[in-house]
């Protein structure tokens, strides 16, 4: 089957006409399959979703659960059938529950990747390469000046900053999902065994990564009480970014702000954000993992979607690799 009778973008997102079903779309549909929770990807008020078990629990504590008319649990590496299409779900390493899915059907087999990583993250299963004749990448951090630094150095900078200046909050801006978990876990790898503090939002998902066996040590609320300001002098909090350019942030003694994020490789977005201590942490790959990826997979097409798309179909052309942009829209980094 030519690949894009198979698979081809659509207002509502990526469309699959034999099988009938979307992934990720951005508008309501009928049948929804889903690569991992974060908002862009995972929209509530679909008639009928398929996600790994980890998902479909992400968008029930999100949205509540009443998120889709009906949800079906998709097994790791465990192929199902969907009008006479073949689907499979296969870890994506960038979060929690996150997969790529494998579509296939008269002998092309596309894997959809969503976003993700090839580094170890001790929060999810690592990235599986699937073998595939199409693979559609993300390029959220697509050019080659993206190298992401090995996250044990950006952890053991923010660990030398609370140890030199135990007068100061340290106060880390992460995503609720993913990042957040992902920076506690490797704090804890890096031997901090003293309590973190965690912004309300962040709660209901640190519960239930914790409920999945992943370890974030002694966690608190980061609720001050009156007059006990400096209980948070030499402290670690973890907050989502939005919380930081509010009166929340400015309740902490003489505060540090820090912001994990694959961003802050750019200093001009550091600077902008007011970020003291940039961690440079991604949950997407960076240039380095795409273009192995893209090699591993074997795929004779790439489809490159959100994100920087001109430098790495450039570089698939000069690869001998056939490769187009998706265009498709919708999709913010909600995760970066
Ligand atoms: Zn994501």
């Known amino acids: 089957m030519k690949p894009d009778k198979l698979l081809h973008p659509t207002d ?3 469309y699959c006409p034999p099988g009938d079903f979307f ?3 951005v508008k309501p549909v009928d049948r929804a399959l889903i690569t991992h929770g974060h908002a862009d990807h995972a929209r509530a008020g679909h008639a009928h979703v398929m996600a790994t078990r980890e998902t479909l629990d992400i968008m029930g504590i999100r949205y509540g659960e009443n998120f889709a008319g009906a949800t079906q ?3 790791l590496g465990k192929a199902v059938t969907i009008n006479g299409v073949t689907v499979s779900f296969h870890p994506a390493g960038h979060v929690l529950g996150s997969a790529q899915i494998a579509v296939e059907a008269g002998g092309t087999r596309i894997v959809a990747s969503g976003d993700y990583k090839r580094r170890a993250d001790p929060t999810c299963a690592g990235f599986e390469v699937v073998p595939c004749d199409v693979f559609i990448t993300e390029a959220t951090f697509g050019l080659p000046v993206f190298i992401h630094p090995d996250d044990g150095g950006e952890i053991a900078r923010l660990l030398d900053s609370v140890a030199r200046f135990p007068e100061r909050a340290h ?7 993913g990042k ?4 506690i876990a490797l704090i804890r790898k890096a031997g901090y065994a003293e309590t973190i503090f965690i ?9 239930y990564y914790r409920r999945q066996g992943i370890d974030l040590g002694p966690l608190a609320p980061a609720t001050i009480d009156k007059g006990a300001r400096d ?8 907050g989502p970014p939005s919380a930081f350019a509010d009166k929340w942030a400015r309740r902490f ?3 540090v702000a820090c912001f994990a994020s694959g961003w802050m490789r750019v200093r001009q977005r550091a600077k902008q954000r007011g970020v003291e201590l940039p961690l440079i942490l991604s949950d997407h790959s960076d240039w380095d993992e795409l273009t192995q990826t893209i090699r591993d997979t074997g795929a004779s097409e790439v489809w490159v979607t959100h994100g920087r798309e001109e430098a790495l179909v450039r570089w698939c052309e000069l690869s001998q690799i056939r490769a187009k942009p998706l265009n498709l829209v919708g999709y913010e980094d909600e995760a970066e």
């Open 12 to 14: 509502k997102g990526l």
């Open 231 to 238: 209980q948070f002098a030499g402290k670690i909090i973890v």
């Open 171 to 177: 106060l880390v801006g992460a995503y609720a999902l």
């Open 199 to 207: 912004h309300g939002a962040m709660e209901k998902l640190c519960t």
């Open 253 to 255: 003694p003489d505060p």
């Open 73 to 75: 649990e998709a097994t």
């Open 23 to 25: 992934i990720d779309p």
């Open 180 to 183: 957040a978990q992902r920076v």
